[in-house]
């Protein structure tokens, strides 16, 4: 498995970049003097027996002698408990961190480490298409061509982004362009499990550990064993929690809840958010050590207002994808009713895609694809149902409330269609509070009783310019 570090995705600077960590083991005394072993693995085991990562013969070597661990700090050496000890650099140690160029010893083999880092350049993909996702635009190429690049590997990946830009479809496409396609992929919405019931939903419970507890239950890692785990608005996750998820990426073992055996798993950790986890370490709520090894490819999901180049092709694949099975592949004049010779894909006027691409979306991808299924369910041509929206007002709201109500889908959660109305009234009290302020910054933040450091993070949240007319 290979663990990559990189800059996110710059736009403005390509190609773009990731750092590819390894280290090297070289045989220097022992039975397989001479040879070398290149490892990209974050947890690298050393012994005879067959299981491990790199395995040597030398009989006075235990069976499962020492690992090396990769954390925050650097690479970590830690006896298994081996029967001859674990020397470095000639002193006896049960865990140290290791120097390059150290000497490690066990029994009478002896292996010199070597870390270093190779740099790679991410080109932008020339496809349109990968996996789950659609895009043509230069974000979601790069994007593309990153997921190429890593998809084989097992780094971890961090998906940051906003509510419905489709980090899962970046999750489910990492999985199934990767080795482990054939195993399971398992998903974990850490923010719509209870925070008494998340625990064993990630690990696992015994028999009797809690009330209700009635069976031994395998938690996600255990069942993924072999394939990804995806964690879904990681950024929930308790405190308490974070140590123990911390312990899976580092030693890939758990312990199940009320069980006191070590389980073994060998999986591919993937995790998404909406929250800014830097920002989150700042203020206390997430362990910076957990970040920093989650943090290892970081993945910035776009907002559809930053690639609107995408939405006539996404528009496309939803009424391939949406149109009922037996009207998929009609035939017709093509009219914008969806009404003619036959029974066409309808197809979007010019007037509509304007105001399609004029719409400000803040519910993403997501809301644009509830659109077009809405158009569809209702039987009604999808231009006449979203060219409404597409013309609200990209500038500031007037004071006067509207009586819009909520429209609910069937397919979404109660968490992801709150948060998708949370947006929507965030950019327009923004707008409406700035428009009262005539622009003041200082003005708006008294207004609203807000601090004005957290008004200014608001308005670049949403790209939101207090000078616009």
């Keep these: 498995m290979e663990h990559l570090t990189g800059t996110r995705i710059q736009r403005d600077v390509k190609p ?49 002698h020492f690992e090396i661990v990769r954390d925050a700090k650097g690479y970590l050496l830690r006896d298994l408990r081996s029967t001859n000890g674990t020397f470095l650099d000639g ?66 990946v961090l998906i940051e982004g906003e509510t419905g830009t489709g980090k899962d479809m970046i999750a489910r496409t990492l ?3 990767s080795p482990r396609r054939g195993a399971p992929f398992i998903v974990v919405d850490c923010g719509a499990v209870s925070g008494t019931l998340i625990e064993s939903e990630l690990f696992g419970h015994e028999k009797g550990a809690f009330t209700g507890a009635v069976s031994s239950r395998q938690g996600a890692f255990e069942l993924a064993d072999g394939g990804t785990v995806f964690l879904d608005e990681l950024g929930e996750l308790a405190l308490d929690l974070q140590p123990k998820l911390l312990r899976v990426l580092e030693q890939r073992e758990l312990r199940r809840v009320g069980g006191g055996k070590v389980i073994k798993v060998d999986l591919r950790v993937v995790a998404a958010t909406r929250k800014d ?13 957990l970040y920093f090894r989650l943090n290892v490819v970081p993945i910035v999901a776009p907002s559809l207002c930053d690639r609107k180049d995408d939405i006539p092709i996404l528009v496309e694949h939803f009424l391939a994808q949406l149109m009922p099975e037996g009207k998929r592949d009609g035939t017709g004049d093509g009219s914008a009713d969806g009404k003619g010779d036959g029974e066409a894909r309808p197809s979007l006027s010019e007037d ?16 644009l694809r509830n ?44 968490r992801e269609q709150k948060e998708q109305w949370t947006e929507q009234f965030e950019r327009r009290y923004l707008r409406w509070l700035l428009g009262r302020a005539e622009g003041n910054i200082s003005k708006a933040a008294r207004a609203a009783d807000m601090d004005r450091k957290y008004l200014h993070k608001l308005l670049k949240k949403y790209d939101i310019d207090p000078a616009a007319p």
């Excluded at 220097?28 to 790199?54: M, Q, S």
């Excluded at 986890?277 to 050590?289: A, I, Q, T």
């Excluded at 158009?375 to 409330?401: I, M, N, Y």
Aim: glycine share 6%.
């Design 277 to 289: 986890l830097r920002s989150e370490v700042e203020k206390g709520k997430f362990r910076e050590d």
């Design 371 to 414: 659109v077009i299924e809405r158009a569809l369910a209702l039987g009604t041509d999808p231009g006449r149902l979203v060219a409404p929206l597409g013309h609200r007002p990209l500038q500031r709201a007037s004071s006067q409330p509207t009586a819009a109500e909520p429209e609910f889908s069937p397919e979404l959660s109660f």
């Design 175 to 177: 999985h199934a362009l």
């Design 91 to 156: 002193a006896e140690i049960k865990e140290a961190y290791i120097r390059a160029g150290s000497v490690i010893s066990s029994g009478a083999t002896e292996l010199k480490f070597t870390p270093f880092e190779e740099r790679i350049e991410i080109l932008p993909s020339d496809k349109e298409r990968l996996g789950e996702m659609v895009g043509r635009s230069a974000p979601m190429r790069e994007i593309f061509g990153l997921v190429e690049r890593i998809a084989s590997t097992d780094a971890t």
């Design 16 to 64: 773009a970049t990731v750092n590819l960590r390894r280290c090297k083991l070289v045989v220097i005394k022992g039975p397989e003097r001479g040879t070398e072993h290149v490892i990209a693995a974050d947890v690298i085991r050393v012994g005879k027996a067959p299981e491990n990562d790199l395995t040597v013969t030398d009989e006075t070597v235990s069976r499962v």
């Design 352 to 367: 509509t895609m304007a105001a399609l691409m004029a719409h400000d979306w803040p519910g993403n991808v997501r809301e």
